[in-house]
């Protein structure tokens, strides 16, 4: 088995705790367009996924571009005070660039407000590579995103390794042939879909507890 030298990252949900702006963003859109807001298990459900295609799949009838245009009014507006890193995650990014680890970043999020959470927050310098949504053609599950970021480290899937919070991410890196980590602080994922065939190779429940699975890579 290779050896694991390229830590690939998801940042909603994963790197960042971006869940109260984003739903907070699709209850403004739903008061908005329908007059009042949903189950927030139901916006759960469209983690991970490409906005665009969530809006177009929710709005049948309108104009996708109009409702992402609402959306983004309230979470451009907010999401500087509304995010946070989970806990643990700056002292692994730390700990992984220490042990001279290549890390990159995979998501569905525009380049704007992923490079603003990077920043704010001072953890751009830990990402070798940063690949968005503006950077793929397709996107998670299919494993364009990973397969570009991994070509812009010069990696190999079978000597990386990713984490994520949806089965978006968890199937992104299977197709990729890279290995998968769910993360425990995860809301999208639900336990039977743990068991599936979709399973990730491993679940975490703290951030450093990936270190002790490169350990044994």
């Not at 690939?8 to 994963?14: K, M, N």
């Not at 916006?43 to 809006?55: A, Q, R, Y």
């Not at 998501?107 to 690949?131: C, H, N, P, W």
């Not at 190999?156 to 425990?184: F, R």
């Amino acid at each position: 088995m290779a050896k694991t030298n390229t830590v690939l990252f998801d940042f909603d949900g994963t790197v960042m705790d971006t869940n109260s702006v984003i739903i907070g963003s699709w209850q403004h859109t739903f008061r908005t367009i329908e007059g009042k807001e949903r189950p927030v298990a139901d916006i759960v459900k469209t983690f991970g996924e490409p906005l665009d295609h969530t809006m177009a799949k929710l709005f049948p009838h309108m104009d996708p571009g109009e409702a992402v245009a609402i959306y983004r009014s309230f979470h451009y507006n907010n999401f500087g005070d509304m995010i946070k890193l989970f806990p643990g995650m700056r002292e692994l990014l730390e700990a992984l660039k220490a042990r001279g680890y290549k890390l990159g970043l995979v998501t569905s999020r525009l380049k704007k407000t992923t490079m603003e959470g990077l920043e704010q927050y001072r953890i751009k310098e830990y990402f070798d590579a940063v690949v968005t949504c503006e950077d793929t053609a397709r996107h998670k599950p299919d494993p364009e995103p990973v397969n570009i970021t991994l070509g812009k480290l010069g990696s190999k899937p079978e000597e990386s390794i990713m984490l994520g919070d949806t089965m978006y991410d968890i199937l992104c890196a299977k197709n990729a042939g890279v290995k998968s980590v769910l993360v425990g602080w995860s809301l999208a994922v639900q336990e039977e879909e743990k068991a599936e065939g979709s399973a990730p190779d491993y679940i975490i429940k703290t951030a450093g507890e990936l270190l002790d699975i490169l350990s044994r890579e």
